[in-house]
């Protein structure tokens, strides 16, 4: 029998004894917060959407045994981003039949927003999935709009009212749905001064309507980038008070930490190196590293990393080299596959770059990395010196905060080819 009482997040007790470890599988999301930016990452950084690499399912359970052979206090695996879970459903269903595989008795959650779920709640409960918690920051649609800039509901993306009104229906749906199914609900709602913080004691009531087991009253925490930067965060009287009028119809969880998408161990406990470095060799595909020297570039002089994978004609290869001052190697120059093929031009590539462990890109569309590695070459989005990318992937430190991608949104890292923005 699994023990619910060990979850941390959802009992207070647990907290100081229990761990939790997410694995970061699901980068993409489906809809945009106002409040949200998940371009940027540092080890002391505790937000949600942050992750210093994102793992493959088929790794994410074999990184989860190696966590637990160093933190033997895990009780609980999530899956919280750095995106949605729903919306790599395909990724996040896998991982969670590997672990459920391998580890019987451990407490299986997760974080979404709610959009996309509804068609997979069946599956959770099969897996036995005993924890769900979703986002709920307005229960008015006028408010909604307010507070998202967009939600994309397979292929069409939605905005204002219209978008707000979908987004609340599949969220109260899916709580209904959980809590026939037995699963333990957490409402997250975060408190945004002058947007939604006179109308959390409404979210509170109605899902308490539906049977939602507890709420977690976050303050808004303003974010370098997001639309809501310069919006000022509740103080601790204002927060005090929110909780006191949710609590009027829900329990409140008071100890939340912000967690992110690669968390791992007691709930205060921060990311440190060893758990970093960890991430990192899981995130690279399970092949022998021996059989792939090498690290392609995209760059358009041979010093930055600067250029669109969609728009590369040709990449640079180094190899590692301790007899040069930099400890690389300029190897040669590999020409891409032209564009027009379609998927056709990405397994090309692949074979091309056949003894390439990491392509450096300054960007890269969705179909493309996905195509590059699962012919086993990591693509990692970032800017910068080249000599500073190859010494990150080579010897295996996590990406730092300087030389991550700073993405501004479509149209803007590349001119619009259609070469592979994706």
């Known amino acids: 029998m699994i023990d619910l009482s060990q979850h941390p997040c959802f009992n207070k007790d647990s907290h100081h004894t229990h761990g939790r470890v997410h694995l970061p599988v699901a980068p993409r999301c489906n809809l945009q917060c106002n409040f949200c930016n998940r371009k940027f990452d540092c080890m002391n950084e505790s937000r949600p959407g942050v992750t210093s690499a994102v793992l493959a399912p088929q790794r994410a359970a074999d990184y989860l045994d190696d966590v637990l052979r160093r933190v033997p206090n895990i009780a609980v695996v999530g899956i919280a981003g750095p995106g949605d879970p729903f919306a790599n459903a395909e990724e996040t269903l896998a991982t969670l039949t590997a672990v459920r595989r391998r580890h019987p008795q451990i407490l299986l959650c997760l974080?979404?927003?709610?959009?996309?779920?509804?068609?997979?709640?069946?599956a959770l409960a099969a897996l036995e999935v005993s924890h769900v918690t979703i986002t709920i920051n307005a229960v008015d649609p006028l408010i909604g709009a307010k507070i998202y800039a967009w939600v994309r509901d397979g292929h069409r993306p939605m905005r204002g009212i219209p978008?707000?009104?979908?987004?609340?229906?599949?969220?109260?749906?899916?709580?209904?749905?959980?809590?026939?199914?037995?699963?333990?609900?957490?409402?997250n709602t975060i408190i945004m001064p002058g947007v939604n913080d006179s109308h959390i004691g409404e979210v509170a009531k109605t899902v308490a309507a539906l049977g939602a087991d507890?709420?977690?009253?976050?303050?808004?925490?303003?974010?370098?980038?997001?639309?809501?930067?310069?919006?000022?965060?509740p103080d601790a009287k204002l927060v005090a008070g929110t909780r006191l009028l949710a609590e009027r119809h829900l329990p409140q969880m008071t100890h939340c930490a912000r967690c992110r998408a690669d968390a791992v161990g007691l709930i205060d406990e921060g990311m440190t190196p060893e758990h970093l470095g960890a991430l990192a060799r899981f995130s690279?595909?399970?092949?022998?590293?021996?059989?792939?020297?090498?690290?392609?570039?995209?760059?358009?002089?041979?010093?930055?990393?600067?250029?669109?994978?969609?728009?590369?004609?040709?990449?640079?290869?180094?190899?590692?080299?301790?007899?040069?001052?930099?400890?690389?190697k300029y190897i040669e120059t590999r020409r891409a596959p032209e564009p027009g093929a379609g998927p056709a031009r990405w397994a090309e590539f692949g074979d091309i770059l056949h003894d390439c462990r990491a392509l450096l890109v300054s960007a890269a569309g969705p179909q493309p990395k996905r195509a590059l590695e699962a012919r086993g070459v990591r693509v990692i989005e970032m800017e910068g010196m080249i000599e500073d990318g190859l010494d990150v992937v080579f010897n295996d430190k996590p990406m730092p905060p300087v030389l991550a991608r700073r993405f501004s949104g479509c149209g803007f890292s590349c001119k619009g080819t259609g070469t592979g923005c994706g």
């Open 111 to 122: 974080a979404t927003n709610g959009l996309a779920i509804g068609p997979h709640i069946a």
């Open 163 to 187: 978008a707000a009104q979908l987004l609340l229906d599949r969220q109260l749906d899916a709580v209904r749905q959980l809590k026939e199914r037995g699963i333990v609900v957490k409402i």
């Open 214 to 233: 507890i709420m977690n009253c976050m303050a808004f925490l303003p974010v370098e980038g997001a639309v809501f930067e310069d919006l000022p965060p």
């Open 284 to 328: 690279r595909p399970e092949a022998d590293l021996s059989a792939r020297p090498y690290i392609a570039v995209a760059s358009q002089e041979g010093m930055l990393v600067n250029q669109h994978l969609g728009e590369a004609a040709r990449v640079l290869v180094f190899r590692q080299d301790a007899e040069t001052p930099s400890g690389f």
